[in-house]
């Protein structure tokens, strides 16, 4: 019998089956995540169902998308699921003021570890693959039955294997990666497939590989996987919640397809409108721009804050231009004020907000009028996504977003001249 | 299953959940409506177009992006008695058929006001005087189809 990859070894281990590529299985689950778009559908499904049962230690429930709320009907719904937490008395509920973008929290608060299988009623849920998690996004009816019975159902993936050779260039990280992956093998070129990543993974920081996870559902992927190593123990000690188990895969795992990545080669990327898989070199870009945002559960951690204040330290956000900086957690704000970011970006002429979704999924705070282009660290670019149908979004890392929030146009910082 | 007989609208590759229903529609107060929306950024008007039993038909990985389930539950609710698609987005997938909306992977050309037969038990779909067929669904899927969604099934007792 042939290994296993990361995927098939965690879901044999959470379904008691020996899991393989394209069976269907039957898995426990250790945590399931909500938000307040996607909770109120869960609960009234919850309720309806009239069960007795409810695994509430394994419940999340973040409301992040439209808080703080932005008009009654968001309000009433934020309350919609601070209500349900209430009544069954839930004790991973996360109000504002101690919260954040739900993707950020489940790592910040140790939900997402080694080794563990994981969903969230949030696509980007693909995220905790960073820390060797199986973690996915599913609907709001599947959350309900989660509720009530501690498992779920799971097509058992195929796996793209990503081997990385050499170590990024200055200002060049995880997003400029998974841009060129995306672009590479199309935005559904990993779909109903996990991607599992090898080779230098030791020159890959933690953060950098948060963003690859998170975006690999813009490919299609149900997961995109690493390996658990010294950076990744290190990273999640001090808030790691109970025991966890890395799982690797074995050698003669078998592969769909394999890609290989020499990361000193990987440029600063930019992906165009509609699609993530538009990118291209931000070099060859000529784009202007009315809006750079940097936040969101690809880049709003606190790794990508130090990026953007290093470049707009001593700068100025160019006239026409208006920079917006979201940082994903109440601790990323907290230590952004520590190490001195907030007065940076204040003094560059951003405007600085607490953790929201805010404007990456088109919510508010941020909202493009028709016609205007925006570069943001987000993750999509659809149609209309941060606001008017004919707006328009560009996807790139958090250097590139600080660097034209100063040009005034999409360049990289190297473009920009030295600062006086 | 009987055979499902319906009017067809015609849309292409990549439809992503943005374009299904877009995201400032997502709060509780719509969710006895969200019909209303569906399309409102791309086709205006479209929800209203919409008659009951009518079919879309789809190129590659229709219902890519976001997890809302606001988009199978639109399209529901607007009417369509399913989708078919030369391919679908995972989380779409999953959310279809959990919530009682059929899908069929297929690839099938059409026009827009074409009539389209679909035999789910004969794998079938026939459209613009072709037949197209569609393998057999997982035993899994197949049982969701049939009991209506995922918490039918647990209902009856058979996911636990």
Not at chain 1, 102 to 130: K, N, W
Not at chain 1, 137 to 155: M, R
Not at chain 1, 211 to 226: D, H, L, P, T, Y
Not at chain 2, 25 to 43: G, M, P, Q, S, T
Request: glycine share 10%; charged share 25%.
């Amino acid at each position: 019998m042939a290994g296993k990859t990361i995927a098939e070894k965690i879901l044999s281990a959470h379904s008691g089956k020996d899991a393989r590529a394209g069976q269907i299985v039957v898995a426990d689950i250790d945590y399931v995540m909500v938000n307040d778009v996607t909770g109120p559908i869960a609960f009234r499904e919850y309720d309806k169902l009239g069960r007795d049962t409810m695994f509430k230690d394994r419940m999340v429930l973040i409301p992040d998308h439209y808080v703080p709320a932005k008009d009654v009907d968001s309000a009433a719904q934020a309350k919609e699921m601070r209500e349900f937490a209430q009544k069954h008395q839930l004790p991973n509920y996360f109000e504002i003021g101690k919260s954040g973008v739900c993707h950020q929290l489940m790592v910040e608060e140790g939900f997402a570890a080694p080794g563990r299988l994981i969903v969230g009623a949030d696509s980007h849920t693909c995220t905790y693959g960073a820390v060797n998690a199986l973690s996915t996004g599913i609907g709001s009816t599947e959350a309900a039955a989660a509720f009530a019975t501690g498992k779920l159902w799971f097509k058992v993936p195929e796996t793209i294997r990503v081997n990385l050779k050499g170590k990024f260039g200055k200002y060049v990280g995880g997003k400029d990666l998974i841009l060129r992956i995306i672009t590479d093998i199309g935005v559904d070129g990993a779909n109903y497939k996990a991607l599992e990543f090898h080779g230098d993974i030791q020159n890959v920081s933690v953060p950098d590989r948060l963003a690859v996870s998170n975006m690999a559902i813009e490919c299609g992927g149900k997961a995109g996987i690493w390996p658990c190593d010294d950076l990744t123990c290190e990273y999640i000690k001090d808030t790691v919640r109970g025991e966890y188990t890395p799982v690797d895969a074995d050698e003669d795992a078998v592969y769909c397809q394999t890609l290989e990545y020499d990361l000193s080669e990987i440029e600063p990327f930019v992906s165009y409108p509609h699609l993530p898989s538009n990118g291209r070199p931000v070099k060859d870009a000529d784009v202007t721009i009315e809006q750079a945002y940097l936040g969101s559960c690809t880049n709003g951690r606190i790794e990508d804050m130090r990026i953007g204040a290093e470049i707009l330290k001593g700068r100025h956000v160019a006239p026409g231009v208006r920079m917006i900086v979201v940082p994903a957690s109440q601790r990323v704000m907290r230590q952004m004020a520590d190490e001195g970011l907030i007065d940076i970006f204040l003094d560059a002429g951003a405007f600085v907000s607490g953790p929201t979704c805010g404007a990456c999924l088109g919510g508010y705070m941020g909202i493009l009028a028709p016609g205007e282009r925006a570069v943001a660290s987000t993750n999509r670019n659809f149609i209309g996504r941060m606001g008017a149908k004919d707006s328009y979004v560009y996807l790139a890392g958090p250097a590139v977003v600080a660097a034209s929030a100063v040009a005034g146009r999409i360049v990289t910082p190297d473009q920009l001249p030295e600062v006086q | 299953m009987e055979q499902i007989k319906g009017r067809v609208w015609v849309f292409g590759d990549n439809v992503d959940t943005d374009q299904i229903i877009p995201a400032e529609r997502l709060v509780a107060a719509n969710l006895d409506h969200l019909n209303d929306y569906i399309f409102e950024k791309v086709r205006p008007g479209f929800g209203q177009q919409v008659q009951k039993g009518d079919i879309l038909i789809a190129g590659r990985n229709f219902g890519c992006g976001s997890s809302r389930e606001h988009a199978p539950l639109s399209l529901r609710e607007a009417g369509f008695s399913c989708i078919i698609a030369e391919s679908f987005a995972r989380i779409f997938y999953r959310n279809s058929f959990n919530t009682g909306l059929l899908l069929v992977e297929c690839k099938v050309d059409a026009k827009e006001g074409d009539t389209a037969t679909v035999d789910v038990d004969k794998g079938t779909v026939e459209c613009g005087g072709r037949e197209y067929t569609f393998p057999e669904y997982p035993p899994f899927i197949t049982e969701l189809i049939r009991s209506g969604g995922l918490m039918n099934l647990i209902k009856e007792g058979k996911f636990r």
